[in-house]
């Protein structure tokens, strides 16, 4: 453990691009938790949706069966309701199928035949979360005819939980806010099929500005992501407990600080989705910028009142709290977002 940790730990704040994150985690993780493939994403804390992810000799066919299943199925232990899972860890693919369900469920069951139909024969999943929120996801293949993940596997994936919370973080917050002119917000038609049927000029131009071509995202982002997006919306329609169809993926990814929104055009979610794509600045932004920056919650109100134009003693009287305390939380926030004041905080907000 103190092995992975060390390599975990030096890699958090380096750049990467496309799925070198997940190649330096398999790699770190492998002599812990022996595996075949790997997948690595990284959610918006604060809405839940999947923001940014990385794959390593994991196909990104299994991944688009394995979402539909997730927001459309009875994947039992779905990011979707990643809040809503009482253990960190589930394992799919023991000698019963369900690697300790004396009964498995028919999830369990479309989990594996889905593992299956792509080559792999179990898969172990960890959920990223902490007392700030959901912060992303970690699963690991094991081919067919390989052993399955077990309880001692579970035990160990769950020890990493913290160190890869802290990795996400740290590539989230690497970057320095993007420069140049914003581009306009754009729309894309996803139909039923969640295949992209009309594009407006503005979402093209945002096409062109995050290709993988630009050398940051991977090769299979847009399509698995606009497959993402467009699930959760259909998902979120049917079940508003289930997290918010709004990403924002920070701008080590693909540039740019981008939100992506998305919203069934039809009463049951059935037809074409809708698709925005704009820049993740100003209020938009302020609670994802809080969670990766780890602000705490009298924090974040703090940076909200700052980002108003609130002074100080405005503040104070507002939360019914003394100027010095209102100091204090100022400083914090300055501390924790790297800045030397609010016009430097500001401006990464709207940059």
Same mark, same amino acid.
């Given at each position: 453990m103190d092995g992975v940790a060390r390599c975990l730990e030096a890699a958090v704040g380096e750049r990467f691009v496309r799925d070198e994150l997940a190649a330096l985690v398999s790699q770190a993780v492998t002599p812990w938790v022996a595996h075949d493939g790997l997948r690595l994403f990284?959610?918006?804390?604060?809405?839940?949706?999947v923001s940014?992810?990385?794959?390593?000799?994991?196909s990104p066919d299994l991944v688009q069966a394995q979402l539909h299943d997730a927001y459309l199925g009875d994947d039992p232990f779905s990011p979707a309701d990643?809040?809503?899972?009482?253990?960190?860890?589930?394992l799919f693919g023991g000698s019963d199928g369900s690697n300790g369900n004396s009964r498995p469920t028919p999830g369990h069951r479309q989990v594996l035949s889905t593992l299956a139909a792509h080559g792999a024969g179990s898969e172990a999943r960890l959920l990223l979360r902490d007392r700030h929120g959901a912060w992303g996801l970690l699963a690991l293949l094991r081919e067919s005819g390989g052993r399955p993940f077990d309880g001692e596997d579970a035990a160990r994936l769950a020890r990493l939980?913290?160190?890869?919370?802290?990795?996400?973080?740290?590539?989230?917050?690497?970057?320095?806010?993007?420069?140049?002119?914003?581009?306009?917000?754009?729309?894309?038609?996803?139909?039923?099929?969640?295949?992209?049927?009309?594009?407006?000029?503005? %979402? !093209?131009?945002?096409?062109?500005?995050?290709?993988?071509?630009? =050398?940051? /995202? #991977?090769?299979?982002?847009?399509?698995?992501?606009m497959r993402e997006i467009s699930l959760a919306a259909r998902r979120h329609l049917a079940d508003p407990g289930a997290p918010r169809p709004l990403a924002c993926s920070p701008t080590a990814y693909l540039g740019r600080r981008v939100a992506v929104h998305a919203q069934p055009l039809d009463e049951?979610?059935?037809?074409?989705?809708?698709?925005?794509?704009?820049?993740?600045?100003?209020?938009?932004?302020?609670?994802?910028?809080?969670?990766?920056?780890?602000?705490? %919650? !009298?924090?974040?109100?703090?940076?909200?009142?700052?980002?108003? =134009?609130? /002074? #100080?003693?405005?503040?104070?009287?507002?939360?019914?709290?003394?100027p010095h305390t209102v100091n204090a939380h100022v400083?914090?926030?300055?501390?924790?977002?790297?800045?030397?004041?609010?016009?430097?905080?500001?401006?990464?907000?709207?940059?």
């Amino acid at each position: 453990m103190d092995g992975v940790a060390r390599c975990l730990e030096a890699a958090v704040g380096e750049r990467f691009v496309r799925d070198e994150l997940a190649a330096l985690v398999s790699q770190a993780v492998t002599p812990w938790v022996a595996h075949d493939g790997l997948r690595l994403f990284g959610m918006n804390p604060a809405t839940g949706a999947v923001s940014f992810g990385f794959l390593h000799d994991f196909s990104p066919d299994l991944v688009q069966a394995q979402l539909h299943d997730a927001y459309l199925g009875d994947d039992p232990f779905s990011p979707a309701d990643i809040t809503r899972h009482p253990a960190p860890v589930a394992l799919f693919g023991g000698s019963d199928g369900s690697n300790g369900n004396s009964r498995p469920t028919p999830g369990h069951r479309q989990v594996l035949s889905t593992l299956a139909a792509h080559g792999a024969g179990s898969e172990a999943r960890l959920l990223l979360r902490d007392r700030h929120g959901a912060w992303g996801l970690l699963a690991l293949l094991r081919e067919s005819g390989g052993r399955p993940f077990d309880g001692e596997d579970a035990a160990r994936l769950a020890r990493l939980s913290p160190l890869l919370i802290t990795l996400l973080r740290g590539y989230a917050t690497a970057a320095p806010p993007p420069s140049g002119a914003h581009l306009p917000a754009g729309v894309a038609i996803v139909g039923a099929d969640h295949q992209v049927r009309s594009l407006t000029p503005e %979402a !093209r131009a945002w096409m062109r500005e995050i290709s993988p071509e630009r =050398g940051l /995202a #991977p090769r299979w982002m847009p399509q698995v992501s606009m497959r993402e997006i467009s699930l959760a919306a259909r998902r979120h329609l049917a079940d508003p407990g289930a997290p918010r169809p709004l990403a924002c993926s920070p701008t080590a990814y693909l540039g740019r600080r981008v939100a992506v929104h998305a919203q069934p055009l039809d009463e049951h979610g059935e037809g074409d989705v809708a698709v925005l794509f704009q820049e993740a600045t100003g209020t938009l932004l302020l609670s994802t910028f809080a969670a990766w920056h780890g602000l705490t %919650a !009298r924090e974040s109100l703090v940076l909200r009142h700052l980002y108003s =134009g609130a /002074a #100080p003693k405005q503040i104070a009287r507002g939360l019914e709290v003394s100027p010095h305390t209102v100091n204090a939380h100022v400083k914090a926030v300055f501390r924790k977002t790297g800045v030397s004041g609010r016009d430097e905080l500001l401006a990464a907000l709207d940059s």
